[in-house]
């Protein structure tokens, strides 16, 4: 679909005038917040100044906090795929199908120019360190351990050929705190990303509840499909003994993915 898109969104440079240039239009806004109705014709891309906007029926699209949705212009496949999630909202709007819009929303509102919000959020994603579950893993049963050595360990092995650190690892609950040297470099890693970056590291460590897959994600070693495997393992062990739940666990693993994906793709080109 969005290969197709691609070859119909405009990208001649036009007159800008905002998501909210007038009232007839924030008036549209309001009835498609509460309606949760479309009420745009087309989305597209156009390049405002030495950045590249994303527009609905010409207008530039705005984040939550009012700011413009613009990307450099070297970033442009990114602008693309936002174009072409809003192309492919249907007659009823779905946030939860806006993944990668809400990943830029979210650097733009909260870390561009903003260094006090880059740190706070750092601080706060570096405490997933301490509690990260690959790094404390099971002894019974078999099939857990098994699932941990085959999803588990590659991640840990990666962190030490990639940044040469020794992640620190218990059997069961006992309590492990890594090294104020671990955190320090691991810290230094994700201080030295974009704000995309971390706006992707930010959304695939909480989504996958664990930093060490998250920083695999953004740093593109895993896989949508192994990183939603190596943060589910004990709810497919469960899955595998009891069955699957209609309407949850499906429910929860396709938007589990989605999140996964959108930080992933965040940093294609990037790698």
């Known amino acids: 679909m969005l290969r197709s898109f691609i070859s119909r969104v405009p990208t001649h440079a036009t007159p800008v005038r905002a998501f909210h240039a007038n009232a007839a239009l924030r008036d549209q806004m309001a009835r498609a917040e509460v309606s949760g109705k479309r009420f745009w014709e087309n989305a597209g891309i156009k390049e405002v100044g030495d950045r590249i906007a994303i527009t609905l029926d010409g207008r530039v699209l705005k984040t939550p906090a009012g700011n413009q949705l613009t990307l450099p212009k070297d970033q442009r496949h990114i602008a693309l795929m936002i174009a072409g999630e809003w192309h492919g909202q249907k007659a009823l709007l779905k946030s939860h199908s806006l993944p990668m819009t809400s990943l830029v929303a979210r650097a733009i509102d909260s870390f561009i120019g903003n ?51 020794n992640i620190k690892v218990s ?41 060490l897959i998250g920083l695999a994600v953004v740093k593109r070693n895993l896989s949508v499909e192994k990183a939603w495997t190596a943060a589910s393992l004990e709810v497919l062990d469960q899955i595998d003994r009891w069955g699957e739940v209609e309407d949850s666990h499906d429910v929860d693993r396709e938007y589990v993915k989605s999140q996964l994906a959108s930080a992933r793709l965040a940093n294609i080109g990037a790698y």
């Open 115 to 165: 260094e006090q919000g880059r740190q706070d959020t750092l601080n706060r994603l570096i405490k997933f360190l301490d509690t990260d579950s690959i790094c404390y893993q099971q002894d019974f049963p078999e099939s857990i351990v098994k699932a941990q050595e085959k999803h588990w360990t590659p991640i840990l092995d990666w962190v030490k050929e990639e940044y040469d650190l």
């Open 171 to 211: 059997q069961g609950i006992t309590y492990v705190q890594q090294d104020e040297a671990t955190k320090d470099k691991l810290r230094e890693i994700v201080g030295s990303m974009n704000d995309i970056e971390l706006a992707a590291f930010e959304r695939a460590t909480l989504t996958a509840k664990s930093f």
